[in-house]
């Protein structure tokens, strides 16, 4: 819950009070906006938030998985490392789905707060249900929510690797 809350804020500050010309410069043809990156955040706020509490826990309980603790540091340390690349999947990446950045935070607010009540509020046992990630393997409920904080963490570091180009205006 700290981890959510925690990127929650860490991307709000991150973004606020950017300028339009700030909010879409990109370093480069091929790299991502602070605006793209924020999209893509949110896109997958509410992908995790629907494969968790509309598929995985409507699947009956599977076995509890023996120690996933470790499992979760493991999520914490892989997923933020940004020397191994990854592509979004096609319905995840940016695409100018809301017209200003005040737009996407209001979305990504929304989403990430209906996340945090659902993960203290769900009277599921979320280490009992679990579908696979297709780099990293089987997660449980409980791990999709880690990954959702990791895979923020690992974002922010792309935004302010944009906000520390030479090119971005101050």
């Known amino acids: ?3 959510l809350h925690a990127t929650r804020k860490q991307l709000l500050d991150a ?3 950017l ?3 700030q909010w879409t410069y990109k370093p480069a ?3 991502w906006s602070v605006g793209d990156v924020a999209e893509h955040l949110t896109e997958t706020e509410d992908f995790i938030f629907k494969l968790v509490s509309g ?3 409507k699947q009956p309980p599977g076995p509890r998985a023996e120690k996933p603790e470790s499992r979760d540091q493991w ?3 892989v997923v933020p490392d ?3 690349k990854a592509q ?3 319905p995840l990446r940016p695409s100018g789905r809301w017209p200003t950045r005040e737009a996407v935070e209001t979305e990504f607010k929304t989403r990430r707060d209906r996340s945090i009540k659902f993960v203290e509020t769900t009277g599921e046992d979320l280490r009992v249900h679990a579908g696979k990630h297709p780099a990293l393997g089987e997660l449980d409920a409980y791990q999709w929510f880690l990954f959702l904080a990791a895979h923020t963490e690992r974002h922010l570091q792309q935004l302010l690797e944009v906000k520390a180009d030479p090119g971005f205006a101050k």
């Open 88 to 90: 979004a999947p096609e």
């Open 29 to 31: 043809p091929d790299r």
């Open 15 to 17: 973004i606020a009070g």
């Open 19 to 21: 300028t339009p010309a």
């Open 75 to 77: 999520i914490m340390q």
């Open 82 to 84: 940004r020397s191994r």
């Open 1 to 3: 819950m700290s981890h």
């Open 55 to 57: 598929t995985l826990l």
